[in-house]
């Protein structure tokens, strides 16, 4: 079984994220095409094909079919795209196939059949890939590239210059490691065929061995297709099927075009021992999965780092707004939290970090209603001064030695005051926060340099977020707030014990958050024992947290590791 050492290879993969997928057509043209195989004919179509045809006759693409399928087993999840297309018009033209797949994905595998040739892509280093794909694509050649569009997803896009009559097979492979947020994995399939399809299906099969504890289906491609999607489940195992037919894709009852264009989505979580976590083993490799629950939060210190700059005028600071009352009605008492607010001045709420009673809560809520943006954006100096309030409250004691600190920064834009340079900002934040404090960045819009805000928060122990000024962008604020709000523990170890395993992933985690999970995977080494022992230490909110899991294995998967609690 390949399976722990593909979760392995994408563990260490999500590490770099320098790599990108190309592939690289073999002709220059059509001409040189036809040269080599003679001129295409049309595709013979059988006569229930040809109803259908007929059914969506005026567009010079038609798309055979789309066919989704994916694979999760102990989170390890594997997609393929299939699309079939003919060029239906009488010219030549160009075809293309632009697929959304998750950021944290890695394609495996993409081919392109066209009328019997067959083009395989291949893994790049980024920079090498897309000076592939633009000169492909300046030669006339058939050329695809990943790009990132959105919060959660990246586009794979490739076309290809084609005789009339011809047929294209499309075929994307992509794998990806299942993150829990918020209690569940949600596996998302971005749906967009652009046209009716005579023939398209979705299947997502799912395989947990240690149980599924709930399933379901969520309503995100809309009212359109509600209950459409069937859902047959047993104890381990869970099946989705959605598969609507041409009439039903169709936006009206007469309309060619099609409503199919959003986000299918499955939602799931797994049973566990002790509510702890699980360890398996298979072929040589582990993994070890880790997510405790009944655990009492960590208090927070955290400081509110938002952009009023004139950037922000209108709906984005409406929308912070209101994402911020509701944040903030999240404190307790036992949370100390302050307010920084910046344009081309930095301006603090309170000096110092104060609890979250239902006083200071109130008070706070009063003065972000009444902000008003106006001009520059002076990130560097508001994320030094967020930085100092919360040493200032280190130092003199003010902060419980078991609580969680953080800085969470709102901005939709480029700095244009201060310090504009984006490295410089990057080595000033770096080198003022502590080993302690952790920096989450969220960014609104398309004018901000996400890049910039992803590499200071995961430099300074946090992670980023784009928010998309979307209707429900309070809400995407709110939600991301939603998975750090609860952290559970700190300064998580986990050890296995010396000569049995090697090339072993990140195993020291600053944080823990309630709802999530963290994952551990390596090589298990040869040994007389058949046995792998893992133990686990953290930092709880009033005790040293341990546990301690046990795994014998032979071959294959065993469903019940040893938990032992403390």
């Known amino acids: 079984m390949r399976r722990l050492a593909l979760l392995l290879g994408l563990l260490a993969l999500h590490q770099t994220h320098c790599f990108e997928f190309v592939v690289e057509g073999e002709w220059e043209t059509e001409t040189s095409l036809d040269e080599q195989h003679g001129r295409f004919k049309r595709a013979i179509l059988t006569s229930e094909e040809q109803e259908d045809f007929e059914a969506i006759r005026g567009d010079d693409i038609t798309v055979k079919s789309y066919k989704v399928e994916s694979r999760i087993t102990s989170r390890f999840c594997h ?92 075929e994307l492979h992509y794998q990806e490691m299942m993150q829990r947020k918020l209690g569940f994995y949600e596996h998302s399939l971005y749906l967009q065929p652009g046209r009716l399809v005579p023939q398209f299906q979705v ?23 509600s209950g459409m999607a069937k859902l047959t489940s047993s104890k381990d195992k869970a099946h989705v099927v959605f598969k609507p037919s041409l009439q039903q894709q169709r936006k009206c009852e007469n309309c060619t075009t099609s409503a199919i264009d959003g986000i299918f989505t499955v939602k799931y979580d797994v049973l566990r021992d002790s509510n702890a ?29 938002i952009d009023v700059s004139g950037s922000m005028w209108g709906v984005k600071m409406k929308q912070t707004v209101e994402a911020m009352q509701t944040i903030l009605d999240d404190l307790t008492m036992d949370d100390y939290f302050s307010i920084v607010d910046f344009n081309h001045n930095v301006r603090c ?65 480029d700095p244009t005051v201060g ?55 309070s809400d995407q604020i709110r939600r991301f707030y ?17 000569d049995s395993v090697s090339d072993v992933t990140q195993n020291h985690f600053d944080k823990y958050f309630s709802g999530s999970e963290l994952v551990v995977a390596g090589k298990v080494l040869p040994s007389e024992s058949t046995t792998l022992n893992s133990f686990t230490t953290a930092s709880a909110v009033s005790h040293t947290y341990t546990c301690t899991h046990a795994h014998s294995y032979t071959q294959g998967w065993n469903k019940y590791p040893k938990v032992i609690l403390e």
């Open 482 to 498: 939603s998975q750090v709000s609860s952290p559970l523990l700190r300064k998580i170890t986990v050890q296995f014990p010396e």
């Open 349 to 413: 709420w309170s000096e110092e970090l104060v609890p979250g009673s239902t006083i200071q809560v109130a008070e706070a809520k009063k003065y972000i209603q009444n902000i008003k943006p106006n001009g520059g954006t002076n990130i560097n100096e508001a994320l030094m001064r967020a930085v100092q309030m919360l040493v200032k409250a280190s130092n003199q004691g003010m902060i419980d030695p078991r609580s969680v600190s953080m800085i969470m920064l709102v901005s939709d834009g």
């Open 419 to 473: 310090e504009i340079k984006l490295s410089a900002i990057q080595k000033n934040v770096k080198k003022v926060m502590r080993e302690e404090f952790s920096l989450f960045s969220l960014g609104i819009g398309f004018d901000v340099d996400y890049d910039f805000l992803e590499r200071i928060a995961m430099e300074n122990r946090g992670v980023a977020q784009r928010i998309y000024t979307s209707h429900d962008a």
């Open 277 to 305: 976590g699980e360890l398996h083993v298979s072929d040589g490799h582990f993994v070890h999965f880790f997510a405790p629950a009944n655990l009492s939060p960590l208090p927070k210190n955290i400081v509110f780092v």
């Open 79 to 170: 997609t393929t795209v299939k699309s079939s297309v003919v060029n239906s018009g009488p010219n030549a033209q160009s075809i293309g196939f632009n697929v959304q797949i998750p950021k944290q994905a890695f394609i495996t595998n993409f081919t392109m059949n066209v009328n019997g040739i067959t083009f395989v892509g291949s893994v790049k280093e980024k920079t090498v890939a897309r000076n592939l794909y633009a000169q492909a694509r300046a030669r006339g050649k058939a050329a695809g590239l990943v790009r990132a569009n959105s919060q959660d997803m990246e586009t794979f896009k490739t076309e290809v210059h084609v005789p009339p009559g011809s047929k294209i097979e499309f």
């Open 203 to 225: 299947d997502v099969y799912i395989y947990e061995p240690s149980g599924i504890a709930s399933v379901e289906t969520l309503n995100t491609l809309g009212e359109h297709f």
